[in-house]
């Protein structure tokens, strides 16, 4: 079973939209200069709401291969819901990827696994795929149970799926102690947990669909760290904050085998 590695660029609250299309067009010219080949390595940028009809365009506009997604999802289909966004409204605008369950929306929005779970499922029932983020905070981490806080996690965010939904997911471990903190996790803190995520996904469901999903690590990832992070087996791609702001820098984290 092949993985095609994802790259995700989360810009979090930053550029807008005209930056957003500078942006999108520095990374596509800087990824054609090396040659890159999208049908090996999936290269995802996420930007703020505002920003994605300029990103549509100019994408669908020279046929990039790059993708796009959007960093959070309404759980209703439409009504009286000040300020949020639906999942039809992001399918419409040709979004591919939806990150659920931030670390950041979990802090400041309250968003718990059963949040996390019903946003996921409006991704999956609308043709997109979840980016379904987890990681332990600083304290968890020191009381060394990181493991079973991102599995309980994991649980509450995939209950009810089927395999092949599981298997059309992402996962993104974030530990939150890493982000945008330049405070790195090690390869093998990074291994540890997605590989312990992809033995749960066997014993929830079985070995072909733990096989066949993905699995990112998310936090303070950079070009000069990226390459050791994905060598580690279990670890299928990143997602990215800071470093995906600048074009040759998220060029060369997409190309981490160059
Ligand atoms: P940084 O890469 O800036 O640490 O952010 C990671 C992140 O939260 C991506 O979603």
Not at 11 to 22: C, G, Q, S, T, V
Not at 27 to 49: C, G, Q, R, W
Not at 111 to 126: G, Y
Not at 225 to 237: Q, W
Request: hydrophobic residues 40%.
């Amino acid at each position: 079973m092949t993985r095609i590695p994802l790259m995700a660029g989360n810009w979090k609250m930053n550029l807008d939209h005209l930056e957003a299309i500078h942006l999108v067009q520095g990374l596509h010219m800087a990824l054609t200069d090396a040659n890159f080949d999208y049908s090996k390595t999936e290269v995802v940028v996420i930007p703020p709401f505002t920003d994605i009809r300029s990103v549509q365009t100019v994408v669908e506009g020279d046929e990039m291969g790059i993708k796009y997604g959007a960093q959070d999802v309404s759980v209703h289909a439409s009504g009286a819901y000040t300020g949020e966004v639906s999942a039809n409204m992001l399918k419409k605008l040709g979004v591919s990827y939806i990150v659920v369950g931030h670390s950041e929306r979990r802090e400041y929005h309250g968003e718990c696994d059963q949040k996390v779970n019903q946003k996921a499922r409006v991704a999956l029932e609308n043709g997109m795929t979840p980016i379904i983020c987890c990681g332990e905070g600083l304290e968890v981490r020191k009381a060394g149970e990181h493991v079973p806080h991102v599995l309980a996690q994991i649980d509450g965010a995939l209950a009810g799926f089927s395999a092949e939904e599981v298997a059309k997911s992402v996962i993104a471990y974030e530990p939150i102690w890493a982000i945008g903190t330049g405070e790195v996790a090690t390869p093998e803190d990074a291994q540890e947990v997605c590989a312990a995520i992809r033995v749960r996904i066997s014993e929830l469901y079985d070995e072909e669909t733990a096989a066949a999903t993905r699995i990112l690590y998310g936090g303070s990832v950079k070009s000069s760290n990226v390459a050791d992070i994905m060598a580690k087996a279990d670890v299928d791609g990143a997602l990215v904050g800071g470093a995906s702001l600048e074009a040759g820098e998220f060029s060369k984290i997409a190309r981490f085998d160059a």
